[in-house]
């Protein structure tokens, strides 16, 4: 995605958008390093999370890219019309300041995701600068956490 092309189906009135915001890479779930991240693909944990969220009445809006910059774009667009944001960043995880601040400029729930447990993993990947300002993280339990996402998310709106 990159400026323009990205077009929001979820914009109808009254619908509590859930932003699910994937970083670099996560395109290739499935194929990738599957070990670490598990056999299901992006399409397969975006159902599920849509899924989950249709239970508390959200509605998810996914937005896969690999350039920081389209991420950013995401983040401000969710600042008009998302209640809460989900985010697995991939790699800008652990560097990406331009994604943080963004998400400093959000109003509302922000869960940092991970499939893995990024803690128990190298040392660089120790490092998040989303934790500051995400709400909580959840990592670590696969595919399983997409869903535990979106249950915190309709928690945390109430
Ligand atoms: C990841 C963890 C990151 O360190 C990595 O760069 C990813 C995926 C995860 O979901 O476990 O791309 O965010």
Do not use: C
């Amino acid at each position: 995605m990159s400026d323009g092309e990205w077009t929001p189906v979820s914009t109808g009135e009254g619908l509590r958008v859930v932003l699910l915001l994937s970083g670099p890479n996560l395109n290739l779930l499935g194929e990738r390093e599957p070990a670490i991240y598990g056999t299901d693909t992006l399409e397969d944990h975006v159902e599920a999370a849509t899924d989950e969220a249709a239970k508390y009445g959200l509605t998810v809006e996914h937005v896969q890219s690999n350039h920081e910059g389209d991420l950013v774009d995401a983040v401000h667009w969710a600042r008009e019309r998302a209640v809460a944001i989900v985010v697995n960043p991939g790699a800008i995880t652990h560097y990406g300041w331009s994604l943080h601040d963004a998400l400093a400029a959000f109003d509302g729930p922000i869960v940092e995701l991970h499939l893995s447990n990024t803690t128990g993993r190298e040392p660089w990947r120790r490092t998040s600068v989303v934790a500051p300002v995400a709400t909580g993280t959840i990592a670590g339990f696969g595919r399983l956490g997409y869903r535990l996402a979106m249950e915190a998310v309709a928690d945390l709106l109430g």
